[in-house]
């Protein structure tokens, strides 16, 4: 059974530390991998990968596939309050089907 | 603007009384798809569609109805709605995958259903 793993389900740091948030897959004709960051309601794309070892960025988030071992990480550099969400990873297959995870919960105090 | 339209933002409904969540999008997308997600349960895949007149089934689709008569439109129905429905809804739509299209997903602003 397809399924997308992501780990810790709730974490709670300081401002300005940096956090690393895991996904790990088993998915049948891996596609791609997505990150989605989830705030008051609607999920907004953060990075989609589909190759290993090419790092994604983006200001202070970062991202990385890794198809030989199945997992992706989402790294947060200088956590800000405003980065306080629900993380969601989300991995897409060759027969179109989408799986998502089941979301990390961030809280970043000030 | 480029959005996906969800209507409406919240809904409280008794068993049993048949209803709509309307999804629209502006960006000429040919996949939708519909998601519910419930506390420690994340998002699940209710039904998708790849195009006009084509649509299939998700991971929770039993309770549920969809049609896509038109591209932009993908209306999700519940002809009786049960309690274990409430729930919080999304649309979603996409660029086609098979040919190679974006695979992000742009969202809705969800639907809160709170059925009685």
């Known amino acids: 059974e397809d399924k997308v793993v992501q780990s810790p389900l709730s974490l709670v740091v300081h401002e300005g530390d940096t956090v690393t948030l895991n996904c790990s897959y088993e998915v049948t004709n891996f596609r791609s991998l997505l990150w989605y960051k989830q705030e008051k309601k609607a999920p907004t794309f953060l990075f989609m990968l589909?190759?290993?070892?090419i790092e994604k960025k983006s200001g202070r988030l970062s991202s990385i596939l890794d198809k030989k071992e199945l997992f992706s990480i989402l790294n947060i550099t200088a956590t800000q309050t405003g980065d306080s969400a629900i993380y969601l990873c989300?991995?897409?297959?060759?027969?179109?089907?989408?799986?998502f995870g089941k979301g990390t919960r961030l809280h970043i105090l000030p | 603007e480029a959005q996906v339209t969800q209507n409406p933002r919240y809904l409280i409904t008794v068993t049993g009384k048949k209803l709509t969540v309307t999804c629209s999008q502006n960006?000429?997308?040919?996949?939708m798809s519909w998601y519910r997600q419930d506390p420690g349960l994340g998002l699940r895949q209710i039904y998708y569609s790849m195009n006009v007149e084509v649509t299939d089934k998700g991971d929770v689709p039993e309770g549920y109805k969809v049609s896509r008569k038109e591209k932009r439109n993908f209306p999700l129905i519940l002809e009786s709605p049960s309690p274990n429905q409430t729930s919080l809804y999304f649309c979603?739509?996409?660029?086609?995958?098979?040919?190679?299209?974006?695979?992000?997903?742009?969202f809705g602003s969800g639907t809160q259903l709170s059925v009685l």
């Open positions: 979603a739509s996409s660029y086609s995958r098979g040919h190679g299209g974006n695979e992000k997903l742009f």
């Open positions: 989300a991995v897409q297959n060759r027969d179109d089907k989408i799986i």
């Open positions: 589909t190759s290993s070892g």
């Open positions: 960006m000429n997308h040919e996949y």
